[in-house]
């Protein structure tokens, strides 16, 4: 029997579960779910779909959920805000060990020190491990799974995930809620990912405008503000012409000693435009 094809633009895991392709067009993205268990708070769901859709991912798994249609009450659509193709295609299941079944590396998120079980490491660790996994494994998937914000994890779900990790907060106050928690590892996970391959971790218009404005400043361009500099000094008086003494080589010894770049010449322009506006509203600058 032929299978349903799956839906344009989406990806297929090596599981042979179908993901919506992401942002990055990577199937990295695609291979890391975001699991919450015993989820009560349906704002809180709604919160952790927004979390993980800005970070690049999808899979949002929910475990025995207090409301069974968490995904649809207002409070969740509400604040998943932008984000309910995320709330909407949150998986949902009976059981943590139905909802762990295709991963390879879990990650327990608490706060509580844990005298047995999984070994421990900080979620920038467990960023880094699940990025060389996903790597390093064709058909690794990778969980983050999270608790209640009364109780979290119990030993027994912890016992089912391969390593403990926490978020090292301010130990005298590291209230985070669920929602919070998720958007922090979220977060951790999407930097190890671009950074392993190599993407920009800039917009690409924030980039090329910050690249050229820290371009060095052409020789023409650097003596055209110190013609600027200078009459702008004229101007509000604190050069006089008639006796300009070493000002003007101290001025210009000063703007060279450092690479000017384009943006600090244009910057440095605008004072001289300002400083020569103001000279003439008071009369002390020629007209």
């Known amino acids: 029997m032929?299978?349903?094809l799956p839906p344009p633009g989406s990806v297929v895991a090596p599981t042979g579960e179908i993901?919506?392709?992401?942002?990055?067009?990577t199937q990295a993205f695609s291979r890391v779910r975001f699991v919450m268990v015993n989820p009560s708070h349906p704002g809180n769901v709604g919160s952790a779909a927004r979390?993980?859709?800005?970070?690049?991912?999808?899979?949002?798994?929910?475990?025995?959920?207090?409301?069974?249609?968490?995904?649809s009450q207002p409070e969740a659509v509400a604040l998943a805000s932008g984000a309910l193709d995320v709330?909407?295609?949150?998986?949902?299941?009976?059981?943590?060990e139905a909802a762990l079944a295709p991963v390879t590396l879990a990650f327990a998120l608490t706060a509580r020190v844990r005298d047995l079980g999984p070994p421990p490491c900080d979620i920038r660790q467990a960023a880094d491990l699940a990025c060389t996994h996903l790597a390093e494994t064709a058909e690794g998937v990778a969980a983050i799974v999270l608790g209640t914000e009364r109780a979290g994890l119990t030993n027994a779900q912890i016992a089912l995930c391969h390593r403990i990790c926490h978020i090292p907060a301010n130990p005298e106050y590291s209230s985070l809620n669920v929602a919070q928690a998720l958007q922090l590892a979220a977060w951790e996970l999407r930097y190890a990912l671009l950074v392993d391959q190599g993407a920009a971790l800039l917009p690409a218009s924030t980039a090329q405008e910050s690249s050229r404005g820290a371009e060095p400043a052409s020789s023409e361009a650097v003596?055209?503000?110190?013609?600027h500099w200078e009459e702008a000094l004229i101007g509000i008086q604190f050069l006089d012409p008639a006796h300009p003494k070493k000002l003007m080589?101290?001025?210009?010894?000063?703007?060279?000693?450092?690479?000017?770049?384009r943006d600090e010449v244009d910057m440095m322009r605008g004072v001289c435009t300002a400083m020569l506006a103001t000279a003439r509203r008071n009369g002390g600058a020629k007209k």
């Open 2 to 4: 032929v299978g349903h």
């Open 249 to 261: 080589p101290r001025m210009r010894h000063l703007f060279s000693r450092p690479a000017l770049t």
């Open 87 to 96: 709330l909407e295609n949150a998986r949902i299941y009976p059981s943590l």
């Open 51 to 71: 979390a993980i859709k800005t970070m690049g991912f999808s899979e949002l798994v929910l475990v025995e959920p207090k409301f069974p249609d968490v995904t």
């Open 223 to 227: 003596q055209a503000f110190l013609a």
């Open 19 to 25: 993901y919506p392709k992401n942002q990055e067009g």
